[in-house]
């Protein structure tokens, strides 16, 4: 069980409060196009206005390559959040993230104050987790909060080299979030615990399968993946995506799975297609069945209905990756059918960052769900039951 101390257990009144936030928004000709990380990034702040701590934000925004890039200053997140604020966010400008610019802005600073500072991967050393740029960061704060999930995976100066120079490292409430529904939740679920894997790869899920494999009682696997678990059984696959290195670990995974007692389904059913394209002639045709020169581009109907069967009575559904190629309309339909199940199960839902999360806001289901993971790196890793370095540097309740 993962039991982090989080902004709650804290008193910051008066305390000069270093918060690292995912401020790693999308920029075109410096205009914010998507604000999502922004808005969610404000209970913790608000929470911390109201207790009177001298609020200083940080954050990372693309990928600067340790030098100052105007294009990737954080100085329009500023102005932004100043207006979702109704407070002013002052931009503490520095090409040095800490250096007597930020100084002298934080020397200025009063209670229930906030400023951000300049991008942290305007320093080489922030991806580096090196010493130097750790110290700099803790000198400016008394406690630090970090609420960034989407760099939790890495081990940086603004996330963990900075806790160990200062007393009080705490989480904020997104991260929290994150520690409850990937960390606790599938660590300790309640049972029947289900889980949905889809995507392209079986490589890329290797780790998350084993995991999920000690934990579930039914295992979904869709998407590109399947068709490598389909020609392990002697399935035909045509031209579907396959990774022939791969065959023998499918195998033995359906092997383990029976050894273990947990429910492995597969698609019984295909969505296939003449082409990589919208456009391409589509059949539906039986699982194994798929005929040369074609390939299975999303579940079928008879898939669709067996998985979301399986997820009506759980008591905890977690996702990650698309059942097929659901960029394109007509291949989005297995997707739609398993987020539109999970939108209807009173199970707790978990989706997992990145394409998954994606889909199911794209699909008008967000709203539907328990939790959708804001990390995707981040989110699969905490699948994987992996130690991340963000939540482990916070302190213990
Ligand atoms: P991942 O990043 O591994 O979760 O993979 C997500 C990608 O898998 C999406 O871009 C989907 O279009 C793709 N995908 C899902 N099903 C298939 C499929 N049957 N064939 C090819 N690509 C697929």
Redesign the pocket.
């Known amino acids: 069980m993962l039991n982090k101390k989080s902004v709650d257990d804290i008193n910051v009144k008066g305390k000069r409060v270093l918060v690292r936030c995912d401020f790693n928004v999308p920029l075109i000709d410096g205009k914010i196009t998507d604000e999502n990380r922004l808005v969610a990034a404000l209970p913790t702040i608000k929470k911390l206005i109201a207790d009177g701590g001298k609020v200083i934000l940080c954050s990372h925004l693309g990928k600067p390559k340790g030098e100052p890039k105007p294009e990737l200053s954080l100085a329009p997140v500023a102005k932004r959040l100043s207006e979702l604020l109704d407070q002013e966010v002052k931009f503490a400008a520095d090409p040095e993230v800490v250096g007597a610019n930020a100084k002298a802005a934080v020397e200025e600073m009063e209670d229930g104050d906030v400023i951000l500072l300049e991008n942290t991967r305007y320093r080489a050393e922030e991806t580096k987790n090196g010493e130097e740029f750790s110290k700099e960061l803790a000198s400016l704060c008394d406690v630090f909060v970090n609420d960034a999930f989407g760099t939790a995976h890495r081990a940086h100066c603004s996330n963990v080299g900075v806790t160990k120079y200062v007393d009080t490292a705490v989480v904020g409430y997104l991260m929290q979030k994150e520690i409850d529904f990937l960390g606790n939740a599938v660590n300790n679920p309640e049972r029947p615990f289900v889980a949905i894997l889809?995507?392209?790869?079986v490589s890329?899920?290797i780790s998350v399968i084993e995991n999920l494999l000690d934990k579930v009682d039914t295992l979904i696997i869709?998407?590109?993946?399947?068709?490598t678990f389909s020609k392990a059984t002697g399935g035909k696959i045509g031209i579907?995506?396959c990774e022939d290195d791969y065959l023998e670990y499918a195998a033995n995974m359906l092997e383990k799975a029976k050894e273990k007692g947990v429910k492995l389904l597969l698609p019984v059913d295909?969505v296939i297609g003449d082409a990589?394209s919208n456009d391409a002639n589509i059949q539906v045709v039986a699982s194994g069945e798929i005929p040369d020169g074609w390939?299975?581009?999303?579940i079928g109907p008879k898939t669709a209905e067996l998985f979301a069967d399986a997820v009506k009575d759980a008591k905890t559904v977690v996702w990650?990756?698309?059942?097929?190629?659901?960029?394109?309309p007509n291949?989005a339909h297995g997707t739609e059918a398993v987020a539109k199940a999970l939108a209807d199960t009173d199970a707790v839902t978990i989706i997992g960052g990145?394409?998954?999360a994606a889909a199911v806001n794209q699909l008008g289901y967000g709203d539907k769900m328990t939790h959708i993971s804001t990390g995707g790196g981040a989110s699969l890793e905490f699948l994987e039951g992996k130690e991340l370095p963000g939540v482990a540097a916070a302190n213990d309740k």
């Open positions: 889809g995507g392209a790869k890329s899920k869709g998407g590109g993946m399947a068709y579907s995506l295909h990589f390939e299975g581009l999303d990650n990756g698309p059942m097929g190629c659901f960029e394109m291949f990145g394409d998954s």
